[in-house]
């Protein structure tokens, strides 16, 4: 199970923090962790992975404002984007990419923790 | 990016009927083509991975189909509880992960 928590109220050009935690798995046995958001009535939009060694690929649009990382002690991964603005209003759901050969997938997803951008 | 386009955006059809969607990638993606079902409120769902393998505990009427550039997920005798929005992925470059825009499944 993945559950997503932070704060569900930022100020524009602050911080969004977010954690997943990972529970009845280890976040060290699976090969990505992914983050998505969705903006209110709009559909998937793909944030980032983060392997299982750390290794971290970023959504172009976001490169520059968006950190993702692992706290294996805690089994936890995280989520920071800075300099917000009201455009980053959305769910963001933490998910874990699994394979089967050379085919990639989101199989786990969290139930999404909603934040807004808002002063 | 590979850029993935869905159409029909919206459809509406009665139970029973038999639906198609298609997803359509800006470029040759093999068969890294997944699918996805999103009820209101809720998180997303796999239904199928790899264009065509569906995944476990997904009913048997979905079915997905396609290589290359060309998809199409069919939902066969559709149930009331189909009525979702269900987007379509691509897994071809791993480095930037792509969704389609989406397709509303709407029940007469």
């Known amino acids: 199970q993945l559950q997503e928590s932070g704060p569900g109220l930022v100020k524009p050009a602050g911080t969004l923090s977010l954690t997943c935690t990972v529970s009845?798995?280890?976040?060290?046995?699976?090969?990505?962790w992914t983050w998505v958001r969705q903006p209110p009535g709009e559909g998937l939009k793909w944030v980032g992975e983060?392997?299982?060694?750390?290794?971290?690929n970023y959504s172009p649009s976001l490169r520059g404002r968006v950190t993702m990382s692992l706290d294996k002690a805690n089994n936890q991964l995280s989520l920071n984007l800075t300099s917000v603005t009201a455009a980053d209003t959305a769910i963001y759901y933490c998910a874990r990419t699994s394979k089967i050969q050379y085919y990639y997938y989101i199989d786990v997803w969290g139930t999404g923790a909603t934040v807004v951008v808002s002063s | 990016d590979v850029q993935m386009t869905q159409s029909p955006s919206t459809l509406s059809a009665s139970v029973g009927d038999t639906v198609g969607i298609s997803c359509q990638a800006g470029?040759?993606?093999?068969?890294?083509l997944n699918w996805y079902k999103q009820r209101p409120g809720e998180a997303p769902q796999l239904l199928i991975f790899?264009?065509?393998t569906l995944q476990s505990g997904v009913p048997s009427r979905f079915s997905g189909s396609g290589s290359g550039m060309f998809f199409t997920l069919t939902i066969r005798g559709l149930q009331p509880e189909d009525a979702a929005t269900y987007y379509c992925q691509q897994s071809y470059t791993l480095q930037v992960v792509t969704f389609g825009g989406g397709t509303r499944v709407e029940i007469k």
């Open positions: 009845g798995d280890s976040i060290s046995n699976s090969l990505w």
């Open positions: 790899g264009a065509t």
């Open positions: 470029r040759d993606i093999d068969r890294y």
């Open positions: 983060i392997s299982h060694t750390g290794t971290a």
